[in-house]
């Protein structure tokens, strides 16, 4: 009998546990782990393919640097690492290291590689940062951060619970965003006592199962929840009591919803008056409510507002701080990273708004492309695939031409590492320790640390040994500083424990270093070649200080930095990943930072486009008169993560979806072929005729149209959806972009 071995699903946020056989190099079967707190052996169908990810043809084995003719020749490490920490500091002497770019630092199963880039990044003087995260999240965050005072205030739904669980622009079927995701919608949907409510143009996976849809035209959700709240307050259906007991400024929120005239906001969103007041009293009367906003709202128009309003809904009906409603949940780390010390407050050249630290991604190629003093001259892109997931991919392309050195850690030739001067590969996230910091649930919160199921492919390294060898290379890693610390990692965790602490405080210029000194330290000291995983037990330590009771709750003991280090122990053996804090409701109000404790309902920056929503043109131009969702999920898409196009058994190019009447009026067939065209750029692709859409709605899915290595040379399969997408689409106060709405013409072709 082969061995199963616990590890991770890393396709999505939810990071399921899973189980694995092996044979030689390849991944041979793979099923849910039972023992994994959260997931309890739940697994969907996309994990059965994970030896995509770990043997694609095009998995990278040495470092490549571009020649002057364009092409890659391959160099030994010790010369890519020498020349990458030359040209960097180059860079930061001529040009000063904040125009060096950090961009990624972790996928959907990896962020160790974040931390350990954070100790590169100071060394290069490099202090602004972007990801994915800039350009879906950050308005949420900000919204957060406004309401609950701070944008790490982040509030989650407890489906397993709530009475009520509404899904706005999110198909969980598909992407899952909460654990055991298909189990739990069937049990909300079959359980006439709960109601599942979805507001979403298409008709889902999960539309079909719920109790509710409203069918919303695209772009209009901000319509849709102002006039929701607009019934809640008409109807009188608002929670007094909780608005009294624990929010400021009910009384701005009834002024800035005074406009809305619900039956005109109705039919703008065209969901019936009627149908929007049963939902409304719906939310109102119930126990519990869940809500979950996700892209469908975040990159769509009116973005921000749109998270404002969405947590509004849950706030006026008191679902906050309650079993089966929305929490502020704990985090084994942070995933935004913060602001740097040394970085404005927005970016160098446009000025535009820094979110948890993060650039807004479409902004990005205007940060390059300018002959500002202040632009963006060299980058450093980690686990990350811009050229292919940001807006306009055209553009990208010519903004990271325009850079004096582009540098890309991947483990695949990816659509980016084609545009790098130098790419170095790492190992897979199944050949050394890895970990993800989506630790975003209530009431318990769940982490897991991967072990490595193989060696290091030859020729790659895991990215904390590749940022060490740079650090070293930049000179900025003295001996001196390290051999104490190796001293006291001789002596055991707590020994080193004291001497740490005291380093960090004695020697703040070690303080940005640290993930790295942990690894030189305390890492070699580690079992099973765990070193890499020695950032680990910095953030259990801080976990724990941050919410002792919490963890205490979960089982762990001891007093100081015992409970860190028993907490550390647990994540360190525990293959199946550790159940490190567990809530209770009162914690959401401990973990409010507002000076008052109570919650701010008024957001002055957003009322002025709230109340202008009346006034907004209804026409849209004429010569694009189809909205096109540009990066659907559905059952093969996995991001960027499985690049041979192999691995879909069904939907292989990645079909147009549209709906039947508009697909009769074009002439166009199913399984034909369409011409899409938008302002950016027209491309040719298979078509699938669905009534799950509304006329006027077309989508393409996401993670399309890689280049990959076939028989004859490298093949594109599908539509890339950011060759159609435009920068200036995006969200004016959060950058957030609109590739959920994307206005295009479509053809037969
Ligand atoms: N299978 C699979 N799962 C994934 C991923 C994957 O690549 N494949 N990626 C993961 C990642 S990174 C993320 S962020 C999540 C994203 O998860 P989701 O946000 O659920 O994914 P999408 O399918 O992009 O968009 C959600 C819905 O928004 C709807 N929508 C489009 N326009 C509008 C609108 O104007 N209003 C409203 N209300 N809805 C609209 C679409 O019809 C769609 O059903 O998925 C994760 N899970
Ligand atoms: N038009 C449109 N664009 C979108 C979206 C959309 O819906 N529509 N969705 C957006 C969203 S929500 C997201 S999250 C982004 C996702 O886009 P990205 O953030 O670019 O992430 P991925 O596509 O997951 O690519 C991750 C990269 O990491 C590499 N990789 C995998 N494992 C490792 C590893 O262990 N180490 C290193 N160094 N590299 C590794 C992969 O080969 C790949 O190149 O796309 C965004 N772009
Ligand atoms: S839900 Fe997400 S993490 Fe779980 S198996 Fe599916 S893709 Fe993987
Ligand atoms: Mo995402």
Known sequence: ????????????????????????????????????????????????????????????????????????????????????????????????????????????????????????????????????????????????????????????????????????????????????????????????????????????????????????????????????????????????????????????????????????YSRRCDVPEELLRTVARRIATASSVSIFEDLGIQQAPHSTLNSYLEKLLFLLTGNFGVAGGMNLHSRFANLGGGRSPGAAPVSPVGGHRIITGLIPCNVIPDEILTDHPKRFRAALIESANPVHSLADSQRMREALAALELVVVIDVAMSETARCADYVLPASSQFEKWEATFFTLEFPHNVFQLRAPLFDPLPGTLPEVEIHARLLRAMGALDDADLEPLRAAAAKGRAAFAGAFFAALSEKPHLKPLASIVLYETLGRTLPDRAAEAAAVWALAHTCAMQYPESVRRAGFTGEGLELGEALFDAVLTGASGVTFTIDDYEETWRRMATPDGRINLVIEELVGELRGLRDESEAGPADFPFVLSAGERRSFTANTIYRDPAWRRKDAHGALRINPDDAASLGIADGGTARVTTQRASVETTVEITDTLRPGHITLPNGLGLSYPGTAGDEVRGVAPNELTSSEDRDWFAGTPWHKHVRARVEAA
């Open 1 to 264: 009998m082969a061995e199963w071995r616990q590890t991770a699903c890393i396709l999505c946020s939810i990071n399921c546990g899973i189980e694995v056989q092996t044979e030689g190099r390849r991944i041979s079967k793979v099923r849910g782990d039972k023992a994994h707190p959260a997931s309890q052996g739940y697994a969907c169908e996309k994990p059965h393919q994970l030896d995509f990810y770990q043997n694609g043809r095009d998995r990278l084995t040495s470092p490549l640097r571009r020649r002057n003719d364009g092409s890659f020749e391959e160099i030994d490490w010790d010369t890519a690492i020498r020349e990458i920490a030359e040209k960097f500091l180059a860079v930061r002497d001529r040009h000063g290291g904040e125009t060096i770019l950090y961009y990624g630092g972790g996928g959907q199963g990896n962020h160790l590689c974040g931390g350990y880039g954070r100790a590169t990044r100071a060394a290069m003087g490099s202090v602004y940062a972007s990801n994915a995260l800039a350009q879906e999240k950050t308005g949420e965050f900000w919204v957060d951060g406004q309401l609950f005072g701070r944008p790490s205030c982040h509030t989650t739904g407890d489906f397993e619970r709530a009475e009520v669980a509404v899904f706005l622009g999110k198909n969980p079927w598909h992407s899952h965003g909460f654990p055991r995701a298909r189990v739990v919608l069937k049990e909300i949907s079959k359980d006439p006592q709960r109601t599942l409510i979805v507001i979403d143009p298409r008709r889902t996976e999960t539309a079909e199962m719920a109790d509710f849809h409203l069918q919303v035209r695209p772009g209009t959700d901000a319509f849709c929840l102002s006039a929701l709240l607009a019934i809640l307050i008409e109807e009188e259906l608002v929670d007094a009591q909780f608005i009294e007991q624990h929010c400021n400024g009910y009384d701005g929120v009834v002024e800035s919803l005074r406009d809305v005239s619900i039956a005109d």
